[in-house]
């Protein structure tokens, strides 16, 4: 206990050592009593005095004390070592107590703080704390990301850096009411993110709440993303909306003619072109169901590559030649130009081959009679090679060139499905491109042809 007013008490002592005197003084002129008597009277009314202005001193001492030592051993649990000495000493060892065992729990407060600190830097799904007026206390890492949050966000409502009245709704709500609110929350352009939003309250624990109890100190609402999720979602509905409309259209042509056929068609001259076509709408469909087969067995984790040193330009040569009769049915021109004799692929040679014969075979069906094709292989520093198909046929207008390596994606629906198109060549380029540790674009002007472009890791020298 600091004394705020020393002098005060030392004007007491003094006071009572002037009373002494003056008893004293008084005893031996008024009373004619002896130096020795005088000085016992006046010290047996002096004593009770300092004795009472003792007390009034201690007395608080005292009382600080007790308290400090009842919180010592109860509060922190811990043994009372405080012996039994003058009360300042007792004072002084459960001040020295409190202070080891506040800086012990501000030492677990501080690593409890750090590794909460951690957690939400090191959490994939958004945090964010508010206190009981909606204001924002925390906003972790992966939050900012996610919605492109301002440096500064403390002290803000949500509403103000992310603008949503639903969240804002939300959160109020769990403020007032104390409840779980779980929901989905999209959000607008240009961020164009789904997020699946949880809002918990923060509950004040028993020694924490009055008599009447206490609403909530806050709210936690923790934003998972869902975007990839959703566009996953949309994917496979039209992924499988497509295979719906590919396989549709030939069953029901070779549905019709065999009703056809079968309703007495078969006998006569026309039964052999119903035959021919039912043959055509069939060998359509096994090549659908190759092609799906093929790409989930690049997609599957049992898919391995035979890796191997491959001359790009025998390469190359090998696959000219195996497209070539499609090509002089139409009277197009193939040519290889700017390969090096000496480049060498590291790749799966059969792999490969399906990939440059997938892009020729669109070359050629989207050529006019009379186009050209022509392929060409060069180095790309450090350690890759770039082929390259390009033709001068009806080409592909820029909004769909981001979208031709889709499954059963078409520029000209109509257009495709007269040419034999599955709609799944170029897809199983891109996956067969990124197996291999390539990737691959498209480069295209309307009506002035188009060039694919394919990057694969050469062979280390």
């Not at 202005?53 to 070592?81: E, F, M």
């Amino acid at each position: 206990m600091k004394i705020q007013y020393p002098w005060k008490w030392m004007s007491y002592f003094i006071g009572l050592l002037l009373l002494f005197l003056l008893i004293q003084r008084m005893g031996q002129i008024f009373f004619k009593f002896s130096f020795l008597l005088s000085s016992l009277i006046g010290l047996s009314i002096i004593i009770p005095l300092a004795y009472l202005l003792v007390r009034s001193i201690t007395r608080p001492i005292s009382h600080l004390t007790q308290k400090a030592t009842q919180w010592v051993s109860d509060h922190l649990a811990t043994p009372n070592r405080i012996g039994p000495t003058d009360e300042l000493q007792k004072l002084s060892r459960a001040f020295d107590e409190i202070e080891i065992q506040f800086r012990t729990k501000m030492d677990e407060i501080s690593k409890e703080r750090d590794s909460l600190r951690t957690i939400l830097r090191g959490m994939s799904e958004g945090v964010l704390f508010v206190d009981e007026k909606g204001r924002i206390l925390v906003a972790n890492d992966a939050l900012r990301q996610f919605l492109s949050l301002p440096p500064t966000v403390a002290k803000r409502t949500p509403l103000e850096i992310i603008r949503n009245a639903e969240l804002e709704e939300a959160i109020q709500k769990v403020l007032r009411e104390g409840k779980t609110i779980s929901f989905e929350l999209s959000l607008p352009s240009p961020l164009g993110k789904t997020f699946e939003v949880n809002v918990v309250g923060i509950v004040p624990s028993k020694d924490e709440m009055g008599a009447e109890g206490e609403g909530v100190r806050g709210a936690i609402a923790v934003f998972h993303d869902k975007t990839r999720l959703k566009e996953l979602e949309k994917i496979r509905q039209d992924f499988v909306a497509n295979v719906s409309h590919e396989l549709r259209t030939p069953l029901t042509t070779i549905k019709g003619y065999v009703e056809t056929l079968l309703e007495g068609a078969l006998k006569e001259e026309v039964a052999f072109q119903f035959i021919q076509v039912i043959k055509r709408h069939t060998d359509r469909l096994t090549k659908i169901v190759e092609d799906l087969l093929t790409l989930s067995k690049i997609e599957s984790k049992e898919f391995q590559l035979k890796r191997e040193e491959i001359s790009a330009a025998r390469l190359m040569e090998e696959v000219i030649h195996l497209v070539k009769g499609e090509a002089e049915r139409k009277n197009i021109r193939l040519s290889l130009s700017e390969v090096h004799p000496n480049l060498f692929l590291l790749g799966d040679p059969y792999y490969l081959e399906q990939i440059l014969i997938n892009l020729l075979d669109n070359a050629i069906k989207y050529t006019p009679e009379g186009g050209e094709i022509i392929l060409s292989v060069k180095e790309r520093p450090p350690d890759e090679v770039e082929l390259s198909v390009k033709d001068n046929g009806i080409g592909i207008p820029e909004e769909d060139l981001p979208r031709i390596f889709e499954r059963f994606y078409r520029v000209d629906k109509g257009r495709s499905q007269e040419l034999g198109g599955t709609g799944l060549g170029l897809s199983i380029v891109k996956h067969l491109a990124h197996a291999h540790g390539g990737k691959v674009w498209a480069e295209s002007q309307l009506g002035k042809g188009s060039t694919f472009y394919l990057t694969l890791p050469a062979y280390p020298k």
